[in-house]
């Protein structure tokens, strides 16, 4: 009668419980057929990275753990690595830093331009790595000549290009995370007394720690597994580790370098997991 009385006011009758089910049961289904098309190529890549043969071929004649000695026997890869970790510690503490202290005047301050300010450090989230590094390079020669100071092949003008990759990261990160911040704790403090510094210091800045551990995180991760970008940046001699992989692969077609890849996807999900176990990054992603 309720439902029959329902439609007939013109209202929407309740789904039942069998509906609410299927539902469920429907978005389940399809939550875990999206998961697994997202990680079907990294289970075939730590597949791949176990096969026996030198040869990649299906079915596989056996495993071995080989291809994992032979990657850590290779002092290329372990120079990449340094080189890479080396780089990608660093345009993060620096691209968190300025991209946090612009995120944060464009959330709190009006001004003009402010929006034409963040569309622009977003902008290299849709350039492609290929054509940021060309630009990068023709940028450096020009500044060669004018300034007589070396850029091209140095680590500290490959720094400054994978700045440009973290900056977009963290604004996008932390303005997310300024947007959802409570302010009556802030007012709370400087009613109470507190000077603007020690408001950011001790309330704000806090309140921002899951943001900038998600920002530190992700340009991490990005800046550590650049490749199109680091192509044209590096120099002789100093190689980040998918360059040194991309090397490999001009003489070599062998699990290797699956290998190396699931060392990569071992190291970036651990550390992942242990940002999430002090900072749920589902917050903020």
């Not at 998961?35 to 176990?50: G, K, Q, Y």
Request: net charge positive.
């Amino acid at each position: 009668m309720t439902t029959i009385a329902a439609s007939a006011e013109g209202g929407v009758p309740a789904a039942g419980p069998g509906r609410r089910w299927l539902g469920r049961f429907a978005l389940r289904a399809v939550a875990t057929v999206v998961f697994c098309f997202m990680f079907l190529p990294v289970f075939f890549v730590a597949w791949i990275s176990l096969f026996d043969q030198q040869i990649v071929s299906f079915p596989p004649d056996g495993y071995t753990f080989a291809w994992y000695a032979n990657a850590l026997s290779r002092p290329e890869f372990a120079r990449g690595f340094v080189t890479s970790f080396q780089v990608a510690a660093v345009a993060t503490v620096i691209g968190v830093s300025l991209g946090a202290a612009a995120a944060y005047a464009i959330v709190r301050f009006r001004f003009a331009g402010s929006g034409t300010l963040n569309t622009l450090l977003l902008g290299p989230l849709v350039v492609p790595g290929i054509v940021a590094g060309t630009a990068l390079y023709v940028y450096y020669v020009a500044l060669e000549n004018a300034l007589d100071v070396d850029f091209r092949a140095t680590l500290h003008g490959l720094v400054l290009g994978h700045v440009l990759l973290t900056i977009p990261w963290t604004v996008r990160l932390v303005s997310a995370s300024l947007v959802g911040l409570d302010r009556a704790m802030e007012e709370a403090a400087a009613n109470l007394g507190a000077s603007p510094l020690t408001v950011f210091r001790r309330v704000t800045l806090p309140m921002m720690r899951p943001g900038l551990v998600a920002a530190s995180l992700f340009s991490f991760i990005q800046s550590f597994e650049n490749l199109e970008l680091s192509l044209l940046l590096v120099g002789p001699g100093r190689i980040t580790l998918p360059v040194a992989m991309l090397n490999y692969l001009e003489f070599r077609i062998d699990p290797t370098i699956a290998a190396v890849a699931t060392m990569q996807i071992v190291i970036i999900g651990a550390l992942m997991l242990i940002s999430d176990r002090f900072v749920k990054l589902s917050r903020i992603v």
